[in-house]
């Protein structure tokens, strides 16, 4: 087996699993996700739009030469070329879609939700966008960065309302990043 194919492999169960999770703490809480998947042409156009301010960040953070963005991105080339460096396009947009989904379910679709039971909608938003980014914590700068996309992405939901939204921000942002990084 290729590294590639273990790669894949490993990172479709662990972002399917994280859905899975989702799926059933939702179900536990009794909240009512088959309602927050809205497939209409709006939340789908949110969301390929919400993926534009992402991209356009992740294009000046790899232009910056602020220490801890450089260090990052030396972090990110080498799991990058570890993992991904010979995986097909349409492994590393199955691997995105995935992440997109999982992730959004858990942390979208089930923390936030139930964070908002008990606290107001901006306290709900970041505390969910930080839980997001410890979860992707492997330096500070990456902690900061995806808390802040947690958080961009959990004020998605809220406003549309819709998973969809964020779930396809997260997963053509993830795509679109990967196939970037991967090429630089």
Known sequence: MKNCDRTILWALGFELGLGGIGLIVAWLAG??????????????????????????????????????????RQQVDQLLSTLFRHCRWWELALVASAAGMGEELLFRGVLQPLLLQWIQPTVAILLAGILFGLAHAMSAAYFVLASLAGIYLGWLALASGSLVPPMLAHGLYDFLALWYLRGR
Do not use: C, N, Y
């Open 31 to 72: 909240l009512p996700l088959g309602s927050k998947i809205d497939l209409s042409w709006a939340g789908l156009l949110q969301g390929v739009f919400a993926t534009l301010p992402m991209l356009g960040l992740l294009v000046v953070l790899t232009r910056s030469h602020w220490p801890p963005l450089v260090e990052l």
